[in-house]
């Protein structure tokens, strides 16, 4: 069984920004696993489903960015995941727009919802999936550029990275890190 989180903030006002990407892409793969149902548990939105004969568990918390951690970990303990079936999936500002990467462990650089994760699970060793945003233009600040949704061009871009960003996730599951790296980076 794999865990796939997409990190977000819940609430209309924060819906298809920047910094949601990781929940326009679960719901992207909900919609191609043919996850309909969503319920609450452990404070997240959760979905399961299956692809090409592996049990997913597709999870949006619906607590803020930087609390997320702690919701996961729940999750994790709930279902019985240990932190090699953990895919997240998340915006990430030193990614070109339209870009995405893969990869399994690291640091957090500054973003809330890997940080809470990271110090929740007590382990930075996860599978990422890094939706690239790019950094916001002149001197806008950066809460600004993440909470913003994208316009014209930067639209396309940025559902073109959140497609390909599920379609990472999914092949996380049933190609494994070096295969998938191998295709999208």
Request: glycine fraction near 12%; include cysteine.
């Amino acid at each position: 069984m794999f865990l796939i989180v997409g990190l977000g903030n819940p609430g209309e006002e924060y819906e298809h920004t920047r910094h949601n990407a990781g929940f326009d892409a679960v719901d992207a793969i909900a919609a191609e696993v043919g996850a309909r149902y969503w319920k609450t548990e452990c404070g997240l939105l959760t979905a399961k489903g299956a692809y090409r004969d592996h049990d997913l568990v597709l999870a949006k918390p619906q607590s803020y960015m930087n609390t997320s951690g702690g919701p996961v970990k729940q999750l994790m303990n709930a279902y019985g995941v240990d932190p090699e079936h953990l895919i997240v999936i998340h915006d990430e500002l030193d990614i070109d727009p339209g870009t995405v990467r893969v990869k399994f462990g690291g640091g957090h650089a500054g973003h809330n919802g890997l940080r809470s994760i990271c110090d929740k699970l007590g382990t930075r060793d996860w599978n990422r999936v890094r939706v690239g945003i790019g950094r916001p233009p002149g001197r806008m600040p950066v809460v600004d550029w993440v909470l913003s949704l994208p316009k014209k061009e930067a639209a396309d871009d940025f559902a073109y990275a959140v497609d390909r960003g599920a379609q990472a996730a999914l092949s996380l599951v049933t190609a494994g890190l070096e295969k998938t790296q191998q295709a999208f980076n």
